[in-house]
């Protein structure tokens, strides 16, 4: 079984940053394909962005093209959410997710392909 703990989470200006890690412990994070969510309070849980087993991979919501960079450090069996020019509507609880997987290429972007979950930590960008 594999564990999740997301840390980083705060309050920020918009126009800000924020780095997000998520730790991995329970099985070598080099096994799992990575995903971030966030749930904004109301809204359906939503995907942010994705990353391969190898790191090689990554694939992003429209809305933080460009803003938002997914990382991964498999010495250190964690992966990372950079988020620059931070807007109030990337307010959110945001989630890390870990998906079993036999590919080194491949990233899921539904939260039903994920088998595991963080327990969230909140992000709030105020204007």
């Known amino acids: 079984q594999v564990q999740l703990v997301e840390s980083g989470g705060g309050l920020v200006q918009a126009g800000g940053s924020l780095r997000l890690s998520c730790g991995v412990s329970?099985?070598?994070?080099?096994?799992?394909?990575m995903g971030w969510f966030r749930q904004a309070p109301g809204k359906e849980r939503e995907f942010v962005a994705a990353?391969?087993?190898?790191?090689?991979?990554?694939y992003y919501t429209n809305s933080v093209k460009g803003r938002f960079s997914i990382s991964r450090d498999n010495a250190k069996n964690t992966v990372y959410l950079k988020m620059d020019s931070l807007k109030p509507e990337d307010t959110a609880v945001y989630y890390c997710?870990?998906?079993?997987?036999?590919?080194?290429?491949?990233?899921?972007?539904?939260?039903?392909?994920?088998?595991?979950w963080g327990q969230g930590t909140q992000v709030t960008v105020s204007s």
């Open positions: 997710a870990a998906k079993f997987t036999g590919s080194s290429l491949n990233y899921y972007s539904t939260s039903q392909q994920y088998n595991s």
């Open positions: 329970g099985r070598a994070s080099n096994n799992f394909a």
């Open positions: 990353i391969s087993r190898s790191g090689s991979s990554t």
